[in-house]
């Protein structure tokens, strides 16, 4: 069974995504786990399959200046309407989990 399938699977009855894009990167025992660092600068995007979460799209940058897209999902719209910096911690493309840090905790090569 091909892969690319298993991504974009459609619920017949409610048109909902069973499974997002990066939801099977978390099963991959070869793929490493890392932190990226990004910042939230203006308010949510409405996830319409669930009706109480907000999503963020935010450019990430690793340690080794590697830079890639995350989404990141929120109980409100408005939680990072100001400059707001994240370390999420992510396995290729999947997200584990996030905190809100400050500027002085991102590393300084990725700072500049």
Excluded: C, W
């Amino acid at each position: 069974m091909a892969l690319l399938p298993l991504i974009r699977l459609i619920h017949s009855d409610s048109r909902q995504p069973i499974l997002y894009i990066g939801d099977l990167d978390i099963f991959n025992p070869l793929a490493e786990e890392k932190n990226v660092y990004a910042i939230a600068e203006r308010y949510g995007v409405p996830d319409y399959h669930t009706n109480r979460r907000s999503m963020y799209l935010l450019k990430g940058v690793d340690e080794s200046e590697n830079k890639e897209e995350y989404t990141v999902g929120t109980n409100t719209p408005n939680d990072f309407m100001r400059k707001t910096y994240f370390r999420i911690h992510v396995k290729v493309r999947y997200v584990y989990s996030y905190e809100v840090i400050s500027e002085k905790d991102i590393p300084e090569k990725i700072r500049e």
